[in-house]
């Protein structure tokens, strides 16, 4: 099962701390897989792959427009998120999901599936909506049924005749693997003033602007709210992973199954955003690749694949 929440808006460095929270609770198995959504204040994040260059206004710009700037360990560049942008941030253990053939999720294969979800969720409200093959992320502006070295990437629903032309971006993703944990997500332009946009190069791409669905759907008038969307979207994770859901009342509603949760790994106390005592995992999480990044087979292990197969799997003649 997929538990939900929605959050409304809650400030950038107070949602890390709550990804910390969530993360070792689901490491311990004291909580099931959770999506969070909600909106953030103006702010700029820099992944691990970023470069400052990107960033284009300077120190004394960001302060008077009031962006602040975080520092993570997502993948990716930099990204903007702002009021009327749903951020989600799915807290996932990697390790109970399965792919169309059974195997355990990798870290692409939750990428190219939140891409999924979101293209569906374009598609629910008449915009057409894929991907482009290297760029992670949802696009929209796509040539009709274009694919794009995926056997998920494909466009559904139809393009406003007033909405801009060319390839342009309306989600970003970047996520962040530890002990097969998922944390951070992606970002879906909804009503973002796309202005502040001006301040970056958004995930390092120049020659591709950015869009929003007030600027794409058919009937502007008709564009759910954010809360409305979230629901929507949540309801295309569950189709998407195959995984039912169930929306979540309240983070009390989740810290309380916690706290009646057996413990199936070891853990250790950490102090809560709420000033609680929560589990923890007792070691430090090693650091997984994130996003679009592959996992190679060790040479060590390599070598090992070559040795003859142990005596007792050879067959015994009669």
């Given at each position: 099962?997929?538990?939900y929440?929605?959050?409304g808006r809650v400030?950038y460095?107070?949602a890390?701390?709550l990804?910390e929270e969530?993360v070792?609770?689901r490491t311990?198995?004291?909580?099931g897989?959770v999506?969070?959504?909600?909106e953030h204040p103006?702010v700029?994040?820099l992944g691990r792959n970023a470069r400052?260059?990107?960033?284009?206004a300077s120190?004394?710009?960001?302060a008077?427009?009031?962006?602040?700037l975080h520092?993570?360990?997502r993948?990716g560049?930099?990204t903007?998120?702002?009021?009327?942008?749903?951020v989600?941030?799915?807290?996932?253990d990697?390790?109970?999901l399965?792919n169309?053939?059974g195997a355990?999720?990798?870290?692409?294969?939750f990428?190219?599936?939140?891409?999924?979800?979101?293209?569906?969720l374009c598609?629910?409200l008449?915009?057409?909506?894929?991907?482009?093959g290297g760029?992670?992320?949802?696009?929209i502006?796509?040539?009709?049924?274009?694919?794009?070295?995926?056997?998920?990437?494909k466009s559904?629903g139809r393009?406003?005749?007033d909405a801009?032309?060319?390839?342009?971006?309306?989600?970003?993703?970047g996520i962040?693997v530890?002990?097969g944990?998922?944390?951070?997500g992606?970002?879906f332009?909804?009503?973002?003033?796309?202005?502040?946009f001006?301040?970056?190069?958004p995930?390092?791409?120049?020659?591709?602007?950015?869009t929003?669905?007030?600027?794409?759907?058919?009937?502007?008038a008709a564009?759910?709210?954010l809360q409305a969307?979230?629901h929507?979207?949540?309801r295309?994770?569950?189709?998407?992973?195959?995984e039912?859901?169930?929306?979540l009342?309240s983070l009390?509603?989740?810290?309380a199954?916690?706290?009646?949760a057996?413990?199936a790994?070891p853990?250790a106390?950490?102090?809560?955003?709420a000033g609680q005592?929560?589990?923890?995992p007792e070691?430090?999480?090693?650091?997984?690749?994130?996003?679009?990044?592959?996992?190679?087979?060790?040479?060590?292990i390599?070598?090992l694949?070559?040795?003859p197969?142990?005596?007792?799997?050879?067959p015994?003649s009669a």
């Amino acid at each position: 099962m997929i538990q939900y929440l929605y959050l409304g808006r809650v400030d950038y460095g107070e949602a890390l701390r709550l990804q910390e929270e969530l993360v070792a609770l689901r490491t311990a198995e004291r909580i099931g897989n959770v999506l969070l959504l909600l909106e953030h204040p103006p702010v700029l994040t820099l992944g691990r792959n970023a470069r400052r260059a990107n960033i284009l206004a300077s120190d004394e710009l960001l302060a008077a427009r009031g962006v602040t700037l975080h520092e993570i360990n997502r993948g990716g560049d930099v990204t903007y998120h702002g009021p009327g942008q749903l951020v989600g941030y799915p807290i996932f253990d990697l390790r109970s999901l399965r792919n169309a053939q059974g195997a355990r999720l990798g870290p692409v294969d939750f990428v190219r599936l939140m891409e999924e979800a979101l293209i569906r969720l374009c598609g629910e409200l008449d915009v057409a909506a894929g991907r482009i093959g290297g760029l992670t992320g949802v696009w929209i502006g796509l040539p009709p049924g274009a694919a794009h070295g995926s056997p998920l990437e494909k466009s559904c629903g139809r393009t406003s005749k007033d909405a801009p032309t060319g390839e342009r971006k309306i989600a970003a993703i970047g996520i962040h693997v530890a002990r097969g944990v998922t944390s951070h997500g992606f970002a879906f332009n909804v009503t973002t003033d796309l202005r502040d946009f001006t301040l970056i190069n958004p995930c390092g791409i120049t020659d591709r602007p950015v869009t929003s669905l007030a600027l794409e759907v058919p009937d502007a008038a008709a564009l759910p709210t954010l809360q409305a969307l979230a629901h929507r979207a949540a309801r295309q994770f569950g189709a998407v992973f195959g995984e039912p859901v169930e929306k979540l009342d309240s983070l009390a509603a989740l810290r309380a199954q916690a706290q009646t949760a057996p413990a199936a790994r070891p853990e250790a106390p950490a102090s809560g955003s709420a000033g609680q005592e929560l589990p923890a995992p007792e070691f430090p999480a090693p650091e997984f690749p994130a996003n679009d990044t592959p996992l190679q087979v060790p040479p060590a292990i390599e070598r090992l694949r070559q040795l003859p197969r142990p005596a007792r799997d050879r067959p015994i003649s009669a």
